[in-house]
């Protein structure tokens, strides 16, 4: 048993001791003083690891699942992304999941719906399309799109001759926790769409007026699309005016537009600029955030280990580890998609924020000749 003198057990094992242990273990109870250090620790104490997932490294398994399982039988045809420490939860981070979905040309899949929430970040192909409560949305390389906690959905690839991937994000592991999941399978398999595609980005995809006439009862965005071209002008529109945050550069929340809050009620996600060469300061906080490298390339510095990224890479940021970002490119600017179950943190009163303010803000690296990826080359 762990000692320490702060009030906390110290209480020595003895086999009258262990006897009184198995006792309580047969009648469904327990010692707390045996886990109290475990249950209650001084500060978060995540399972999940840092890591950095290399798309180069990966796109080739992604493309070979392509032919060894159809959509039909695999449901949905993904590579997940399983952090060391979150097996048992097929979690990236946290209680965060991520995966990469592949489609083939002219595949498509049959409509479901599920308690847990997703979104998707567009990799690469032409003609990706999902239809969510009837609303055609088709997305390009970097779009972002949502498909909310109980939403039907369905998705596809319209193109001849490329295949679509994109990144799923999903709460999953947190939904599965909380013994909240619900799976269903649409009663005629498909969606009847309506004759417009991307509908929600019609209405409220403006960014400065909501339509005046309409209700919305619902705690996630209307908007379910959000294009990559406009997010990329709002971010270097902002970059004219503001040096952003020291510690993640321009960064802009997607948000629901009707409250300016987060897209879903349990996912949040930004997209991050950082101006060629800049390199930030390191912070941490509670919440679990993925990241996708949407452009150009750098490194973060994560619990002290150095991650080298380029674009399609993933990397995590376990809750409460110090993090900050470079921008390796002194030409280019470098924009980062992520993320991160902050809406859980706030909603309950749990989200914590502390600067790193030693040695100028920037952590120390362990081992800076071998930059640290915990996926094997
Ligand atoms: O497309 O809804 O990667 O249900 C994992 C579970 C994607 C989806 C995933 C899912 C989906």
Redesign the pocket.
Known sequence: MREDILGRSRVEDTDELVQFYRRLETMGAGALWTVANDIEPWYPQPKSVPMLWRYEQLRPSVLESASLVSGDDA??R?V?LVNDGRKELSAAVGLL???L?IMNPGES?TA?R?A?S?L?FVIEGEGAW?IVDGDRLEAGARDFLI?PSGTW?E?GNDSASSPVIWQ?G?D?PLVNTLDANF?AVHPELHQQPGKVVNTSLREYGSGILTPADRGWSKRYSPLLAYPWERTYEALLARAEVSDGSPYDGIIMEYVNPLTGGSVMPTMGAHMQLLRPGQATLAHRHTGSVIYHVAKGCGHSIIGGQRFDWQENDIFCVPSWAWHEHANDDDRNDACLFSFNDFPVMHALDLYQEAAYTDNHGHQTVEDTLEPATTVQQ
């Open positions: 449901g949905r993904v997940m999941y991520t995966g979905q899949m479901h599920h847990a997703a998707r999902t498909t959905h998705h799923d999903l999953i799976y």
